[in-house]
């Protein structure tokens, strides 16, 4: 129940393209779902965060989706940029910590 | 305003030796999270504490693992006779208060030879 499923594992996009990634969760107390990048040798930066009373969040070219009912909420990333390509992932917080997702390997090819 | 501090950024360390992990928080922060992250995997929550207090260590293995914040200087997280498998990226993430927005730092990437 403490679980963040996330999918796809890696993802091939052309640039300018729209990337799409997807994470799932079951525990309905969860209250915050914020969004990580991670370029290789870093650490995990915060993208984008939403709450569950809100459907969508959009952040320039970063827009959260969130289903509440079905306990999914997913990242699009319009326009996408040889510049995004890095590890994403979605995290979910509980009563006092942040779980995580595995993580996609997004590449944006020229 | 520094960010979140991690050092060493690379440790190793011979199997069966001490590894000391240092975090020091942002600014203003009094809650400290470790997480660790193998090779081509997610973030595993490790433990959640407060100056002086640890809040949950639910994701801290039994043995050989323990972390502390005291009330003056940074988060330690320390991995006595470490093993081969204990090599990864120990990630640090503060934050001002519980159920806020939480800032990682740059890591420490361990190696056990």
């Known amino acids: 129940q403490q679980q963040v499923k996330q999918s796809p594992q890696s993802l091939i996009v052309q640039k300018g393209g729209i990337s799409i990634i997807n994470c799932a969760y079951e525990?309905?107390?969860?209250?915050?779902f914020p969004w990580y990048q991670q370029f290789p040798g870093k650490g995990p930066a915060l993208l984008i965060a939403?709450?569950?009373?809100?459907s969508e969040k959009k952040e320039g070219r970063f827009t959260i989706s969130f289903n509440k009912s079905a306990k999914q909420f997913s990242l699009h990333i319009m326009d996408s940029q040889p510049g995004d390509s890095a590890t994403y992932f979605c995290?979910?917080?509980?009563?006092?910590?942040?779980?995580f997702g595995t993580g996609t390997r997004l590449q944006v090819f020229p | 305003n520094a960010g979140v501090m991690q050092n060493p950024r690379h440790l190793v360390r011979r199997r069966g030796q001490e590894a000391r992990l240092r975090c020091s928080p942002m600014k203003g922060h009094s809650h400290v999270y470790w997480y660790r992250q193998l090779p081509e995997e997610g973030l595993k929550f490790m433990v959640y504490?407060?100056?002086?207090?640890?809040?949950?260590e639910s994701g801290m293995p039994k043995e050989r693992f323990s972390a502390e914040f005291p009330k003056e200087g940074p988060s330690i997280l320390r991995i006595q006779q470490v093993v081969r498998g204990d090599s990864a990226a120990y990630f640090c993430?503060?934050?001002?208060?519980?159920?806020?927005?939480?800032?990682f730092g740059q890591g420490t990437r361990l190696t056990v030879v």
């Open positions: 993430a503060s934050s001002s208060r519980a159920n806020t927005e939480a800032f």
């Open positions: 504490l407060q100056k002086e207090n640890i809040i949950d």
């Open positions: 939403i709450r569950p009373d809100v």
């Open positions: 995290a979910a917080r509980g009563t006092d910590k942040l779980i």
């Open positions: 525990n309905t107390a969860f209250d915050y």
